[in-house]
Nanobody, 127 residues
């Protein structure tokens, strides 16, 4: 298994930026497709962004496209979510997730496909 720890959340005003980090344990980080999800109270867990094992393919949900960027650094066993132009509706707990896909290039968008999850980090955007 892999242990995932998110960091970087906090309180930010609308229009501001945050960078979330997800640190993974283990020596096989490049074996995992990675994703960011978020969940607001009373809502389903929502896909935000995903990146393939290789880092070559990435995809963001329409709600954040153009504002959020996902990236990974396999040498550091880390995945990042750069968030800019934050809106109040971005307020949620953000979770890092990992999946043991055999594909180097697949981006997974369904939370049910992921095997491991971090504890989450709160992002609150004030308006």
């Amino acid at each position: 298994q892999v242990q995932l720890v998110e960091s970087g959340g906090g309180l930010v005003q609308a229009g501001g930026s945050l960078r979330l980090s997800c640190a993974a344990s283990g020596r096989t980080f490049n074996s995992y497709a990675m994703g960011w999800f978020r969940q607001a109270p009373g809502k389903e867990r929502e896909f935000v962004a995903g990146v393939s094992r290789s880092g070559s393919n990435a995809y963001c949900a329409d709600s954040v496209k153009g504002r959020f960027t996902i990236s990974r650094d396999n040498a550091k066993n880390a995945v990042y979510l750069q968030m800019k132009s934050l809106k109040a509706e971005d307020t949620a707990v953000y979770y890092c997730a990992a999946d043991t896909t055999p594909s180097l290039f697949a981006v997974l968008t369904d939370h049910r496909q992921y095997d491991y999850w971090g504890q989450g980090t709160q992002v609150t955007v004030s308006s």
